[in-house]
């Protein structure tokens, strides 16, 4: 006779087993991330933007990949300091 109950714990333990590893990588993922990357909102010419800012701008989303004074023109053109992520 088939056990239900049993089988469907021991594929409880399975999944958990295989899932834990997975949660606590992209847990140490994300608080990587969280270090090198801040969403800053909506792109304002008057803020400075450190290194790892993102912003939207036109439709888009960018990264300032050094950092970017109050005032500067934003250009989503090589060498700028921007890069769009998506």
Known sequence: MFDHE???AAMGD??????????KRVDGMQA???KCMTFA??????????????V???GGT???VKAIKAGSVFSS??????????
């Open 6 to 8: 049993a089988f469907g």
């Open 14 to 23: 399975l999944i958990r087993e295989a899932v834990e590893p997975l949660e």
């Open 32 to 34: 990587k991330l969280d």
């Open 41 to 54: 909102g909506d792109h304002q010419s008057a803020l400075d933007y450190p290194p790892g800012s993102l």
């Open 56 to 58: 939207r701008r036109d």
């Open 62 to 64: 960018y990264v300032s």
């Open 77 to 86: 053109r090589e060498g700028s300091g921007w890069e769009r992520v998506l």
